[in-house]
């Protein structure tokens, strides 16, 4: 990383909540930037710090759209 750090305490409304890569909600109160994202599990995501964020099952299907594209446009 790049020692920045990936958290941003700020409310969905304050950052305008963008839901395009390289941001995705998966949670009610978390918006993951996928450049930080080394695995996605169905009900985590482990952040390349180790740090763990919850996955809500609401946000399941979108979170792992976003992801698979994000990805795709990397490689």
Same mark, same amino acid.
């Given at each position: 990383?790049?020692g920045?750090?990936?958290?941003?305490?700020?409310?969905?409304?304050? $950052? @305008?909540a963008?839901?395009?890569?390289?941001?995705?909600?998966?949670?009610?109160?978390?918006?993951?930037? $996928?450049?930080?994202?080394k695995? $996605?599990?169905?009900t985590?995501?482990?952040?390349?710090?180790?740090?763990? $964020?919850?996955?809500?099952?609401?946000?399941?299907?979108?979170?792992k759209?976003?992801?698979?594209?994000?990805i @795709?446009?990397?490689?």
């Open positions: 990383m790049s920045r750090s990936p958290f941003d305490i700020r409310t969905f409304a304050q $950052l @305008g963008p839901t395009s890569p390289p941001f995705s909600c998966c949670h009610n109160s978390y918006l993951v930037n $996928l450049s930080y994202v695995h $996605l599990r169905r985590e995501i482990l952040l390349l710090d180790e740090t763990s $964020l919850p996955v809500n099952r609401a946000y399941w299907e979108i979170t759209i976003s992801f698979a594209k994000f @795709g446009n990397k490689l």
